[in-house]
């Protein structure tokens, strides 16, 4: 038990499911095409080797950098606030640290493991290709080079102010990719729901982020919330979280005003509960504990619901 927990803590699992889902919300009009079922499961577990290889190889960079040591140097209020009784966060389930810095694992151990996620993800690509023809290996590699770009050296476009927008695009690249390699096209509709589902990614990251900022701010990292200060970087993202609504307004009227289409509608209030919470953190002082943790939960069910809902949608309409 208390290895599985490890090897949970270590790898974040949970961490990889909006990968996997990003995936699935793509692949969900094609669902109900002959043949399309067996891709579309070897693309989902592609996606989840592909969200392992990402969290672990930023935690490795992370550490390198001692970013998370700083973030995660907290308080005896903060952790309180954070993971206590009746603290914001579940400690069984959310990230309280980076596994390289806890000793969860070694660098050399996760050396090991990334070049272990690179070679099946290697071997899936067989029977990708196959089945889906060499665009698949274009749709990987350019997946991967964000992955790598994201943290890795040279270019560390997190610390340089692009993790945001990177996280969005690398979730428009994948909903987008699981559309067009079982379609072998792109619709609008595809475009849009990609779209939508990058919009909450780069939310939910951007919640995530603000949390962290002061810490972010110390290791030199020029994020959103440092760039623009955690009050202008707020009203970037609470705009962002409409984005999936203008989206899905957006394939309604390209697409003949089919109700089916209005479904992601339905996480509107969630929307502007976040925008809410965004607003009223950022009016709390810099040096407040725990300040913009209240909005990083429910930035994560806004994913969560985008997704399914433009997937429901998706299958509606066929």
């Known amino acids: 038990m208390k290895r599985a927990a490890r090897l949970f803590a270590s790898f974040r699992i949970l961490y990889t499911f909006p990968f996997v889902l990003a995936v699935a919300a793509g692949s969900a009009p094609l669902l109900t095409v002959p043949g399309s079922w067996v ?20 935690d490795l960079e992370d550490h390198r950098n001692g970013t998370d040591r700083l973030r995660f140097d907290l308080s005896g209020q903060e952790r309180e606030l954070l993971y206590g009784p009746s603290g914001m966060l579940p400690e069984e389930l959310f990230w309280q640290g980076n596994p390289f810095d806890l000793g969860l694992i070694g660098e050399s151990g996760g050396k090991r493991a ?6 099946l993800m290697t071997l899936l690509l067989f029977p ?16 991967l080079a964000l992955g790598y770009a994201y943290s890795g050296k040279p270019f560390s476009l997190d610390r340089r102010g692009f993790g945001e927008l990177l996280t969005g ?5 994948l909903a987008g ?33 603000l949390t962290g900022w002061k810490a972010h701010q110390a290791a030199g990292e020029r994020d ?65 504990p725990a300040r913009f943790v209240p909005a990083v939960v429910p930035s994560l069910i ?15 309409v066929q």
């Open 39 to 58: 891709p579309a499961l070897l693309m989902l577990l592609e996606a989840f080797l592909f969200g392992l290889f990402v969290n672990l190889f930023n």
């Open 114 to 119: 990334l070049g272990t996620i690179i070679a």
């Open 128 to 143: 990708l290709t196959l089945l889906l023809g060499r665009a698949v290996l274009l749709c990987t590699l350019l997946a």
């Open 169 to 173: 695009a690398g979730f428009i690249l």
């Open 177 to 209: 990719c699981a559309s067009f390699l079982l379609r072998g096209e792109l619709h609008f509709s595809d475009a849009a729901r990609a779209g939508a589902i990058g919009a909450s990614a780069f939310v939910m990251r951007g919640a995530d982020s």
């Open 224 to 288: 959103i919330g440092v760039r623009f200060g955690p009050r202008r970087a707020a009203g970037i993202f609470s705009a962002a979280a409409l984005l999936p609504h203008a989206a899905a307004l957006s394939v309604w009227a390209h697409s003949g005003r089919r109700p089916e289409h209005l479904l992601p509608l339905m996480a509107l209030p969630l929307s502007l509960r976040i925008i809410r919470i965004l607003k009223r953190e950022a009016a709390r002082p810099d040096n407040a």
């Open 302 to 316: 806004h994913f969560f619901l985008t997704a399914f809902l433009a997937a429901g949608a998706a299958l509606l």
